[in-house]
């Protein structure tokens, strides 16, 4: 989610909910599933434990997606459910195509980094975040 | 002669509006095995996360127990709600037993705060949105029980029971909803198929890595031992799957549609004259006229 035209300014109404996110909760859980090729290739045991790990960070975002109630900071820009899925989606797809699995964890770590930043609801938080994913894919 | 006059009475006071107890009682027990079934999937839910997490944490080398906290997360979220809902019907149901078979009863010290957890869900939970006549029916009978437990009349408090029997009608679809949908929320994914979803994958990444060939080396008899507990977790979440035809939230969509069949007949049936009931009424009204002549002649 890194918008080509400005956001509006949340009024302090706008809320973000987990059944809106289930886009999101689903790309999640892919890109963490995808991972699991990534295991079977590993050759030493920190790898498979660092990739594991990044699998156990994606679901727990998941997990804490499905009942989130998120209210937009007002002041800051106006996030969609639609704008996060989006990057979500993106994310999950780039993630997918990449050959190095520790580009891949560190990417997988920016996309649990940009919904930790949706989960504040800050508008500006969550466009920085999104750019910083949108750098390592 | 007298008698006849008496029975005659009795039938008479019971046709114009005397709880049916036989009825109370059965609708008691049909929603405490209700209640019982949900609170075990609860405790089940509950145990399925907290043993997979410590499997992941144990097999990714976390170092640290924080990844439980999602376990505790989900459980004060959706899920709570849904084991609220459950609480509160679980003490109607002793309370209708009590009300049958004419004891006290017991309320949880806690039931006169439901209202305020209810609210507090709905302030934070939202996959899918609660509704606030599910908070208004789960205050509504929570206020009612600490009533009932003050009333001096049993037939009035039946009464009452029976006729919050639309907010009862509301809490078993809000459960429903939580263990399969609802029609009217088509594009929402329940939240009890998200969890086994989500520990579902869990697992599958899990066993991955166990599978692993630098882990099986480094470690072959422990990863055994863990990856055997993980079949039989799979297992469990099979059982679980949503889409299985068989599956345990099918069963237990369907144990609750039977709760609200059984509701239904208690509407039609709580206040409705039953010959078993006239039938100990009028052996008790003989045998106090009885003991009464007994007094009064002296014996």
Request: charged fraction near 25%; glycine fraction near 4%.
């Amino acid at each position: 989610m890194t918008p080509d035209a400005p956001l509006d300014v949340a009024t302090g109404s706008e809320t973000l909910s987990g059944a809106d996110l289930q886009a999101s909760i689903d790309a999640l859980k892919a890109t963490a599933k995808g991972l699991d090729a990534d295991i079977a290739k590993a050759t030493d045991v920190d790898a498979v434990q660092a990739i594991g790990k990044a699998q156990a960070d994606l679901n727990e975002q998941a997990l804490d997606l499905v009942d989130a109630q998120i209210d937009l900071l007002a002041g800051q820009a106006s996030v969609s459910a639609a704008h996060i899925n989006a990057a979500a989606q993106a994310a999950q797809a780039a993630i997918a195509t990449m050959a190095d699995w520790r580009k891949k964890i560190t990417a997988a770590g920016k996309l649990v980094d940009f919904f930790a930043a949706v989960t504040t609801g800050n508008g500006a938080q969550i466009v920085a975040a999104a750019y910083a994913l949108k750098d390592v894919l | 002669m007298r008698m006849r006059l008496w029975s005659a009475l009795v039938v008479a006071s019971m046709a114009t509006g005397c709880a049916n107890y036989h009825a109370v009682s059965d609708f008691a027990g049909e929603t405490s095995g209700m209640t019982a079934v949900v609170k075990s999937e609860f405790v089940e839910l509950d145990t399925l996360c907290v043993e997979q997490v410590q499997t992941v944490i144990v097999v990714n080398n976390l170092g640290t127990d924080r990844a439980l906290d999602q376990c505790d997360r989900y459980r004060r979220s959706q899920a709570r709600f849904a084991a609220v809902t459950v609480d509160v019907l679980d003490q109607y149901a002793g309370a209708l037993t009590g009300l049958a078979n004419d004891k006290t009863f017991d309320l949880s010290p806690d039931i006169k705060a439901v209202g305020t957890k209810a609210r507090a869900f709905k302030e934070t939970s939202f996959s899918p949105p609660i509704s606030d006549a599910e908070v208004t029916a789960v205050t509504r009978i929570a206020d009612l029980l600490v009533t009932v437990l003050a009333a001096e009349k049993r037939e009035e408090a039946v009464k009452q029971m029976l006729a919050a029997a639309p907010d009862l009608e509301v809490m078993g679809r809000s459960l429903k909803t939580f263990f399969v949908g609802s029609p009217t929320l088509p594009n929402i994914k329940p939240a009890y198929a998200n969890f086994i979803d989500l520990i579902t994958a869990s697992t599958t990444s899990t066993l991955a890595s166990l599978d692993s060939k630098p882990m099986r080396t480094a470690e072959p008899i422990r990863t055994a031992e863990l990856a055997r507990d993980l079949r039989a977790r799979q297992r469990l979440l099979d059982q679980r799957a949503p889409s299985a035809p068989d599956s345990v939230p099918i069963k237990i969509a369907a144990d609750i549609d039977a709760w609200l069949a059984a509701l239904d007949r208690f509407k039609v049936d709580g206040m409705k004259v039953d010959a078993r009931e006239i039938a100990d009424r009028l052996q008790t009204l003989r045998e106090a006229t009885s003991a009464a002549k007994d007094a009064v002649a002296g014996h």
